[in-house]
């Protein structure tokens, strides 16, 4: 495995201090993984303020990579929205950044993503 796509649950779990997350982002840095965050997801769960300290220095880890969500990204996102009927452009955003990078993804909700891709490979946070 290279890495891991990491969403909206996934971050908030990690800020929460969840065992499980604590223990992959440590994983993560021994291993040197990288931890892919697309843009929209950062979006969804930054709020700023010292509460969220530990997902700053997350953020600006070495390990992870922040997708920024570009013209041809955004496309990509829409066509996988036109194709499977989602309408959340964020969820959408998370299978591309995983699909591309060959990643499974932490999430809290596995149904939102394998309704978009079945096929994802999806872990609880």
Do not use: K, Y
């Amino acid at each position: 495995m290279t890495g891991t796509t990491l969403d909206s649950g996934a971050l908030i779990a990690f800020e929460r201090g969840s065992a499980r997350m604590l223990a992959l982002v440590e994983r993560a840095t021994d291993h040197r993984l990288t931890l892919a965050v697309p843009a929209g997801v950062v979006a969804q769960t930054w709020r700023g303020g010292v509460r969220q300290a530990r997902l700053s220095r997350l953020l600006s880890a070495p390990i992870s990579e922040i997708v920024p969500l570009d013209e041809l990204a955004a496309r990509a996102v829409g066509l996988l929205c036109a194709r499977t009927g989602a309408t959340d452009v964020v969820d959408a955003s998370v299978v591309v950044c995983a699909r591309e990078r060959s990643h499974q993804v932490v999430s809290s909700d596995p149904n939102d993503l394998l309704a978009i891709d079945h096929r994802l490979r999806v872990a609880a946070p």
